[in-house]
C-alpha cells in the first residue's frame, strides 16, 4: 500500500508505503514530463538508499536527497498509521 505524503508546486508526488516488517518504509517520488511521461525516483527509509532513479539531474536528486531527510521522521511515523490522512482523522 503506498499513501499520499505530499505535492509540489511542480506536480512532483511524493508517496510511502507502510512500514514494512523489517523497519524500512519505501519512499517514491514521481514528476510528470512532456518529453519522457514521467520522472522518478525510490529511497528506502531508514538508510536513504536511492534506487530505481530515471530522469532527475543531480541537482533535483539533491533537493530530493534534503526533503526526503527533513520529512523522514513523518513518514516513518506515519507509515505505521495508516497515511498522514489516517493520521490526522481525514
Known amino acids: 500500500m ?3 505524503y505530499m ?5 512532483t508526488e511524493i508517496t510511502h508505503s ?4 523489517d523497519g524500512s518504509v519505501r519512499v517514491y ?3 510528470p514530463d512532456a518529453k519522457d511521461g514521467f520522472h522518478h525516483a525510490v529511497c528506502w527509509l531508514p538508510a536513504y538508499r ?3 532513479v530515471s530522469g532527475y ?3 533535483e536528486m539533491r533537493r530530493f ?3 526526503v531527510r527533513d520529512n523522514a521522521h513523518l ?3 506515519f507509515s505505521q498509521c495508516g497515511g498522514v490522512l489516517n493520521a490526522a482523522g481525514a
Open 2 to 4: 503506498m499513501y499520499p
Open 7 to 11: 505535492t509540489l508546486n511542480d506536480d
Open 18 to 21: 507502510e512500514m514494512k516488517a
Open 29 to 31: 517520488i514521481e514528476t
Open 50 to 52: 536511492w534506487e530505481d
Open 57 to 59: 539531474s543531480n541537482d
Open 65 to 67: 536527497e534534503r526533503l
Open 75 to 77: 513518514m516513518l511515523e
